[in-house]
């Protein structure tokens, strides 16, 4: 059996990030296999509980400087498939962002010209970060 991975979720075990009127927006509920759209870089998540509790510190700010830490929790998920590494992430989360965020992505255009470009928002993820096509949900 895989060792399970950390994944942050919000307050309806949802996607964190993610505006909940989506297409990207998934449900993680307790039981399940979820997986991640074809046209996404897959699920995140964290080897450690400590990298997922950096993710929140970090992430949990809103546009209008909001902390929403006090809504995401920490849930334990088991991989399935290949996990692979983002070279970045993006802070916005709109569906229109993050399909041409992937579309670039897979054109291999790479580090400066995605970079480059605000509109993305893009950060590096912290260490630790890793993308799978779809995880078990173990609670």
């Given at each position: 059996?895989?060792?399970?991975?950390?994944?942050?979720?919000d307050?309806?075990?949802?996607?964190?990030i993610v505006n909940v009127n989506s297409s990207?927006?998934?449900k993680y509920p307790p039981g399940k296999n979820v997986y991640a759209r074809k046209d996404s870089l897959g699920i995140m998540v964290f080897n450690t509980r400590e990298t997922a509790e950096a993710f929140i510190d970090i992430h949990s700010f809103?546009?209008?400087?909001i902390n929403?830490?006090?809504?995401w929790k920490i849930k334990r998920v088991i991989p399935i498939g290949k996990g692979k590494t983002p070279e970045y992430i993006s802070k916005s989360a709109r569906t229109k962002d993050i399909k041409e965020l992937v579309n670039l992505m897979k054109k291999n255009i790479k580090g400066g010209n995605l970079r480059?470009?605000?509109?993305?928002?893009?950060?590096?993820p912290i260490g630790n970060t890793i993308c799978y096509p779809g995880v078990h949900v173990v609670d």
């Open positions: 059996m895989r060792k399970c991975k950390f994944k942050v979720v307050k309806s075990r949802g996607s964190c990207f927006y998934i809103n546009r209008y400087g929403n830490s006090k809504n480059n470009n605000m509109f993305f928002k893009l950060c590096t």
